[in-house]
């Protein structure tokens, strides 16, 4: 039992930025680890970017690597997406994901637990 509940999306204008959380209820948030994921419509969900339980190990998606940053704040319970140098093509709901695991984890069956999700769109 437990919750990831998502927020900080919204409308942004290219090239501008976007800072995502996804805070977690209900578990101790340290043992698992987490990830986003993203679909835009008419389009299949696709990996972002993982972190492990400890935050020390990250991997991100070659779409998004060098623009998008994924870290964790284990005492707040909290993952964070910061999204840079944004893109139309970045347009999509987001959703953060965990599960108790070492990680980092990039497909969607590895999680069990996920957000609500959140609207992102940018314009250009």
């Known amino acids: 039992q437990g919750q990831l509940v998502e927020s900080g999306g919204g409308l942004v204008q290219a090239v501008g930025s976007l800072s995502l959380s996804c805070t977690a209820s209900?578990?101790?948030?340290?043992?698992?680890?987490s990830g986003w994921f993203r679909q835009a419509p008419g389009k299949e969900g696709e990996f972002v970017a993982a972190i492990n339980r400890s935050g020390g190990s990250t991997y991100y998606a070659s779409s998004v690597k060098g623009r998008f940053t994924i870290s964790r704040d284990n005492a707040k319970n909290t993952v964070y997406l910061q999204m840079n140098s944004l893109k139309p093509e970045d347009t999509a709901a987001y959703y953060c994901?965990?599960?108790?695991?070492?990680?980092?984890?990039?497909?969607?069956?590895?999680?069990?637990?996920w957000g609500q999700g959140t609207q992102v769109t940018v314009s250009s």
């Open positions: 994901a965990a599960d108790y695991a070492d990680g980092p984890m990039t497909t969607r069956s590895s999680y069990r637990y």
């Open positions: 209900g578990r101790t948030f340290s043992r698992y680890a």
